[in-house]
């Protein structure tokens, strides 16, 4: 049984920093896909971030060089750094984790509850 926990949203000010944890438990998630994903009230949900089998990042490009992910298989916990924080970026976050490589699309097999993350 697959479970996945974030935390670490809040309010901040625009310009300010954030770092949200993912802590996953059921799997081990070395060799997995994991992503973060947001939803906006009224937008549908979108890609932020994600890390490959490989290690490998990619981001949207409106959070490409303020958004950092970064993982810790031994701790089974991902993180999303956020800096540089916009009004815009305020949403609910989602930790998401897939046996696949699902990049940024919204199609991961296990998801979070989610966290609130303000921006004003």
């Known amino acids: 049984h697959v479970q996945l926990v974030e935390s670490g949203g809040g309010s901040v000010q625009a310009g300010g920093s954030l770092r949200l944890s993912c802590a996953v438990s059921?799997?081990?998630?070395?060799?997995?896909?994991m992503g973060w994903f947001r939803q906006a009230p009224g937008k549908e949900r979108e890609g932020v971030a994600a890390i490959d089998s490989d290690g490998i990042a990619s981001y949207a490009d409106s959070v490409k060089g303020r958004f950092t992910i970064t993982m810790n298989s031994v701790q089974n916990t991902v993180w999303l750094q956020m800096n540089s924080l916009l009004p815009e970026d305020t949403a609910v976050y989602y930790c998401?984790?897939?046996?696949?490589?699902?990049?940024?699309?919204?199609?991961?097999?296990?998801w979070g509850q989610g966290t609130q993350v303000t921006v004003s």
């Open positions: 059921g799997y081990t998630y070395r060799g997995y896909c």
């Open positions: 998401a984790a897939d046996v696949f490589d699902r990049g940024l699309s919204a199609e991961y097999m296990y």
